[in-house]
Every structure is written in C-alpha cells, then in structure tokens.
C-alpha cells in the first residue's frame, strides 16, 4: 500500500501561481512513477503530467505544457505540481497518483485530492 496526502491547495487570481505537493508513505517511493490528475466541476477526471521514478522523464498534458512543472524528491518521498500563470480552466480537484503511466487513466493509489480555484 501506498498512502499519498496532497496539499497546496487554494484560491489564486488568474495568473498567479501554486505549488502542489504530495507526500508519499508506505512502499518504496522510487518504485513508483507518480503523476498528477485533475477533476474539474462536473466534468470527468484527466491526466495532468507524470514523472518517472528518477525524475529524469516527465510528461505533460497539452493545456499545461510550458505553465506547470512535475518534479519530485526521492529523499522527502515527495512529489510537486508547480503551477505558474494559472487560468480560470485550470479550476479543479487535483489528485496525486502512485504508478502513473505518461497519459494514462492512472495507476493504483490516489490521493484524497486538493481543491485548486483560479479566479478572474
């Protein structure tokens, strides 16, 4: 098992700025590629971006591509969403996710997700 716990959540004007983070416990951290997913309201649950367990790879979704940052820190078991010039669309619950596979549905374990609101 692998328990994941986000948090950097908020409200932001457009344009501004957050950092994600999730911290991982459990299994070995570097055995697991991790990624983050977002829920917009009524909408259905998408890939955001996903690291390998090195850091050496990443992968982004089209609409973050250039505005956010994957990264991790294998000796903190932690993994960041840096998210700069933030924009209205980009309002949803973000989800850490454990064995995450670039462009993928997700991989088993879930975090309990980080309301993110971006506000014009």
């Known amino acids: 098992q692998v328990q994941l716990v986000e948090s950097g959540g908020g409200l932001v004007l457009t344009g501004g700025s957050l950092r994600l983070s999730c911290a991982a416990s459990?299994?070995?951290?570097?055995?697991?590629?991790m990624g983050w997913f977002r829920r917009a309201p009524g909408k259905e649950l998408k890939f955001v971006a996903s690291?390998?367990?090195?850091?050496?790879?990443?992968y982004y979704a089209d609409s973050v591509k250039g505005r956010f940052t994957i990264s991790r820190d294998n000796a903190k078991n932690t993994v960041y969403l840096q998210m700069n010039s933030l924009k209205p669309e980009d309002t949803a619950v973000y989800y850490c996710?454990?064995?995450?596979?670039?462009?993928?549905?997700?991989?088993?374990?879930w975090g309990q997700g980080t309301q993110v609101t971006v506000s014009s």
């Open positions: 690291i390998n367990w090195s850091g050496g790879s990443t």
């Open positions: 996710n454990a064995g995450t596979a670039p462009y993928s549905t997700g991989g088993a374990y």
């Open positions: 459990g299994r070995t951290f570097t055995n697991y590629p």
